[in-house]
């Protein structure tokens, strides 16, 4: 048996699907917490709503370490999964496209296991909880203080601007039902999974988009601690005018994605 033969029977095994399930169920439940603390800073002013906060949030729960163990798992089969998907899949794809939907795969692979590591540092105990935002100001600092430092922050913030307007137009074609069997997209609930899907992906696109502008600003700026992560990004939205409204629509928003990725967990399209 080949590589590429085994690597695609794994794939598709069933015990990969059910951890990939868990897993996508996992990372719906850390995007509701998500928008959950985003609802506090636009209203209250308090919270981490970066992922790290959201998963130190549901470490502070009731069986909280258990839940959070559970979601290390889930988390590692996405990332075997979508790594293989990253190196076997979309085999049917021309090429162009097959290499599009492989990069698209393995970006996948990153976040997943950015993920799971910061799940296993808080259920662990050893940290791992927040600091997202003041780290990533740190590697902008060390970036801004390299040869041509500012033109790398620059690009960094021009990439994730990318992966936001990426998102966006996920949503607004809803490209995501290539992720989802047939049967999650008939019916009454099919249109709610496509509401969901489509105002999940525009506001996580409209989050991501400003952390890319604010590393922009940095850049512009020479300033690393205008770079920032989600939680930066969510409350400069809450400071501009109108901004606690704007920052609960994209709250609602985010929590629309954590429903979508439950429905998504139930009927993954495996390739």
Do not use: N
């Not at 076997?88 to 296991?113: L, N, P």
């Not at 913030?157 to 607004?172: E, F, M, Y």
């Not at 490209?175 to 996580?204: C, E, I, M």
């Amino acid at each position: 048996m080949g590589a590429s033969t085994a690597g695609q029977e794994a794939r598709h095994s069933d015990l990969l699907k059910r951890g990939a399930s868990v897993g996508l169920g996992a990372y719906g439940l850390v995007h509701l917490l998500i928008a959950w603390i985003a609802l506090q800073i636009a209203w209250s002013g308090g919270g981490d709503a970066s992922s790290g906060g959201a998963l130190q949030t549901l470490a502070d729960k009731p069986f909280g370490r258990t839940m959070l163990w559970i979601t290390v798992i889930g988390l590692l089969a996405l990332v075997v999964w979508q790594a293989a998907t990253a190196i076997w899949g979309f085999q049917e794809e021309d090429g162009a496209k097959r290499a599009r939907k492989r990069i698209s795969a393995a970006g996948r692979t990153v976040v997943y296991a950015a993920l799971a590591v910061s799940a296993f540092k808080i259920a662990s105990g050893s940290g791992g909880g927040g600091g997202g935002d003041s780290k990533q100001e740190g590697l902008t600092a060390d970036l801004m203080s390299a040869p041509a430092g500012r033109v790398l922050v620059a690009a960094v913030g021009i990439a994730i601007l990318a992966v936001g307007i990426a998102q966006i137009r996920r949503g607004v074609t809803e490209a995501f039902t290539h992720d989802l069997q047939p049967a999650a997209t008939t019916g009454s609930t099919g249109s709610a999974v496509l509401v969901v899907g489509r105002v999940g992906y525009v506001a996580k696109g409209v989050a991501v988009g400003i952390v890319g502008v604010l590393f922009g600003w940095a850049a512009v700026s020479y300033d690393p601690d205008k770079a920032g992560g989600l939680d930066d990004a969510l409350k400069t939205l809450r400071d501009q005018p109108f901004g606690p409204y704007l920052l609960t629509l994209v709250a609602l928003g985010v929590a629309a994605f954590g429903l979508f990725c439950f429905a998504w967990a139930r009927h993954p399209r495996t390739r």
